[in-house]
Each structure stands twice: as C-alpha cells, then as structure tokens.
C-alpha cells in the first residue's frame, strides 16, 4: 500500500503532512565502495529513447502554435484584422495548449502518453486544415486558435510528464533535453515560414504543416514508452537489484511513489505554487505573441524582426540543456527561482531595447531563462509530490498557466496602444518578480522540501551518505572490506 504523503523518496525524515510516516526511498544503485554518485544511465537505456520521443512531439506542437506571427501580416491584410484581433489566435492557441493538460495530464496517468500524443496530432492536422480553407476570421479563430492549440495541449503534458517517469537523479537533464523540443520549434518558425511560403501564400503553408504534423507526430508518439517499470527498469536506468544487495527486504520502493492528485490540489503549498507559475507565465508567454510587432515598431524589418523568434529558440535549447544540467547539482528548486528573476529581467531589457543588437541580446536572454523556467518546472513540481500523479499534477499546472497565455498577449496590446510599447513590458517584469517571489514561498527555499529532495538525487546527497555508512557498518560488506584495506594503506603510508 503507498502511502498518500507527500513522499521525501530519499530522505528517513518523517512526513510533512503530519502522519509521522517515512517515505519511501530506493536503495541508490552501488557506484564503487562508498556508492558515491548515480551513475549517468548509458546512451542504450531507452529513457533516452523517450526523451527523443518528447523533443520531436514538442518541436511539432510548438513550431505549430508560435509559428502564426509569421502569417498574421498576411492574415490582417486578407481578413482587416486588428493587432488585437490578431493577438487573440495566438493567445486561444496558446491557452488551449495548457488548458488541455488538465485532461491530457491525468489520461497519459491512465492511458499512457502514445494514444493522447496521437489523437493531438490528429487534432492539429485537422486544425490546419480546416484554418487553410477559412472564409472568414473567425473560422481562423476557431481552427487555428482552438483545434491547433487543444491538438497541441493533448500531446504536450503527456509528452512531458513521462519522461519525469524514467528519471529521478537526472531528472533535470531529461528533461531539459526534452523540452529543449519546444526551443527547437521555437527556432524553426522564420525556417518553416520561409519554406512553406515560399511555396504559396499562407492558406498552402498552412496545408504543409498539416502534412508534416500527420506523418511525423504519430512516428514520434511511437516511443513514448510508458513506464521504466514496464521494461524491468526503474527510473535513471537502475536494475531492480544489484548484485550483493538481495539481502535487502524489497529492494526498492513501490514504481509510483508519491500523492494522489485530489491531495496534492487541497493543499495550500500547491495553491500558492499554482499562482506563481501563474504569474510567471504571463510575462513567460509575451514575447512570442508581441517580439515581432515590438521590434517592427522600433524600425527593425519585417525579416530582422520574425528572426528574433529564432534566437529565442535558440537561447531556449541551450537554456534547458544548460541550465538542466546544473540543476541537478546545484538543486531544482533553487535554479528555477534564478530563471525567474532573469526573465523579469529580461522584460526590463525588452522595454528598453531600440536596435537590432539590444533586441537580439533580449531575445537570445529571454530564451536562456526561459527554457530554463519551462523545463525545471515540470521537475520541481515531480520532486515535491513524486511521479504517481506527474501527468495530472503537470497538467493542472500548465492548464492555471492557460489563464496568463490567454489573457497576457491581448491587454498587453491594449495596453500599449494607450500608453506605448514600454508600459507592458515593465508590468510584465514587476510580475515576473511577484510570481518569482511565490515559488520561492511555495518551494520553501532555501530550506524547501524540494531542495531537501534533490539533495539524494546529486550525486552527493545525503541518503547515499547514510547507505554508504549504513553498508560500511555491516562486518561483511564490501564497503566494510574496502574501508578497513583504505584505513590499513593509510597507516603503511604515515
């Protein structure tokens, strides 16, 4: 039976939530005598496989939804759109794509990631199509705005929450490459734009993207394997026993540790975790909707200005890849809460900015901490109540961040025509700060449970500390053996 506390997977500390029981923890894997480090899973353990899987489904869903700044000239000179009118698609796109988590999230839970991956991109091809034969605005609404980003919310959470499943140490890692998906798409746009419209004008692009999207995202859907478990696995590619530990009772804890999800949303530290991701998301989501229409309005052209999505996808792979990296060393929790203050940076940058270098250094910015922000997320959230409800939990998440994407792109530009472009941007900043502020309440940093955590995910964390001493103690260990041949070298060599 698993316990619904909130799990400390790698710590004998009692449960928070007050019912005095301990976690569960797996014994870490043996690295040498002292089981010093986790071991990076090798290049054959399939993880990886999934997490190839999880880039090229969100390279599809978003060069599909950031992609309409590209079009959207196009589109107000045929249907006399306004900016506002226009920023509305993006922003119905953008917050179905999180607002579909909610369903998406607990179905991959159930189902698995691979059919709600393939019934998403159905839906996107379907949505492109049927924009590409509109004879009027709004069936572009509705096509672009709502299909392309519900198909894009069906594939998105589950392609992110199952790699959550197949790592816990290198949890940061996996899934800042996997989600590095989403700034490779991002980084496509002004390619696929130039290349789909080369051939025609946006009604034959939109055809082209329905075709890739058909033949390629079930492809990709194809190796979202469910579970490590279901391959004799667990998570980081670590056996279920190693030799010399079947004395130990079980081995390993149950696959899914963690809360149930009714549990998880009750409680307090998810609702102010909630409204920071909220908050942050707002100013998160502007860039895309508005870089271009910014940047035109500074004198910039229409080329130089649709390249500046470019180099926000660029600084977002290298953000998660990076960044990812050293927040499994440095901790999650900490990290993310850097990458929020950089992107309320940022946003003071942005306001400022008057040339083509001060947007390039914005944009290329912006996409560091970024990245960095929309790949740690998802593992913090992991971290703090475990992966029984990671699809679920996720997908409550991003579909609270719906509200931010929906609403953020739309009053930023009534805003700016009434007060100018600046004003926006540093509202957007000073809630970027606010937003950072409650994560780090939420995350308890520097004393969160998170951190706590992460902490026996590292490789010097302290349950493999309390294993080491624990395996040293016993007389016939190899640990113990080893340690007494160390001592006894010591003692020749003084």
């Known amino acids: 039976m698993i316990p619904q506390a909130r799990p400390r997977m ?3 500390a009692p449960d928070a939530g007050g019912t005095g029981s301990p976690g569960h923890h797996p014994t870490p894997p043996p690295s040498g005598g002292a089981r010093a480090a986790v071991p990076r899973p090798p290049l054959s353990f399939r993880g990886w496989g999934v997490v190839a899987g999880s880039f090229a489904v969100q390279a599809l869903c978003f060069v599909a939804v950031y992609s309409f700044p590209a079009y959207a000239e196009a589109l107000g000179r045929d249907f006399v759109a306004s900016e506002v009118s226009l920023s509305l698609v993006y922003g119905v796109s953008g917050a179905m794509t999180f607002a579909t988590g ?18 998403g991109m159905a839906v996107m091809a379907s949505g492109f199509l049927l924009a590409a034969v509109a004879d009027g605005f709004l069936g572009v609404l509705l096509a672009y705005g709502l299909l392309v980003g519900t198909g894009a919310g069906l594939c998105y959470v589950p392609a992110v929450a199952v790699v959550q499943r197949w790592f816990v140490a290198w949890r940061g890692l996996a899934s800042g490459l996997a989600t590095a998906g989403v700034g490779a798409g991002t980084a496509l746009v002004p390619v696929s734009a130039w290349l789909f419209l080369s051939g025609g004008d946006w009604r034959s692009a939109f055809l082209a993207m329905a075709a890739v ?3 390629c995202g079930p492809l990709a859907a194809l190796s979202l394997a469910r579970s490590p478990e279901a391959y004799g696995l667990l998570p980081d590619g670590w056996p279920k026993r190693w030799p010399g530990d079947a004395a130990r009772p079980g081995g390993f804890a149950p696959a899914l540790e963690g809360m149930v999800l009714r549990r998880v949303i009750r409680g307090r530290r998810f ?15 502007l860039p895309f909707a508005d870089i271009v229409a910014t940047a035109r309005a500074a004198g910039l052209r229409a080329e130089d ?13 290298l953000g998660r890849v990076v960044i990812g990296v050293a927040s499994d060393r440095l901790g999650r929790d900490r990290v993310l809460l850097g990458c929020g203050l950089g992107v309320a940076g940022m946003m003071g940058w942005w306001a400022e900015a008057a040339s083509l270098p001060g947007f390039a250094v914005f ?5 560091l901490f970024q990245g960095g ?3 740690l997320l998802p593992s913090v959230v992991v971290d703090l109540y475990g992966r029984r409800s990671a699809g679920g939990l996720i997908g409550v998440l991003f579909a609270a961040r719906a509200l931010s994407v929906l609403l953020g792109a739309p009053c930023a530009a009534a805003l700016a025509a009434g007060a100018g472009q600046a004003v926006p941007l540093w509202v957007a900043a000073a809630v970027a700060l606010a937003g950072t502020a409650l994560l780090a309440v939420a995350t308890g940093w520097p004393r969160g449970d998170a951190g706590a955590l992460q902490a026996g995910v590292r490789g010097t964390g302290a349950i493999k500390g309390r294993a080491a001493k624990a395996d040293a103690a016993r007389p016939g260990s190899a640990s113990a053996r080893a340690g007494r041949g160390l001592r006894s070298g010591e003692g020749r060599l003084a």
């Open 10 to 12: 790698f710590s004998d």
């Open 102 to 119: 909610a369903l998406s999230g607990p179905l991959a839970d159930r189902v698995g990631a691979r059919w709600p991956v393939m019934l």
């Open 213 to 215: 999207i058909a033949v």
């Open 271 to 285: 609702a102010v975790l909630l409204l920071g991701g909220v908050l942050l998301s707002a100013p998160v989501s």
């Open 305 to 317: 200005a649709l390249w500046l999505l470019g180099l926000i996808g660029l600084g977002s792979v």
């Open 363 to 367: 944009a290329l910015g912006f996409g």
């Open 373 to 375: 922000f929309v790949a």
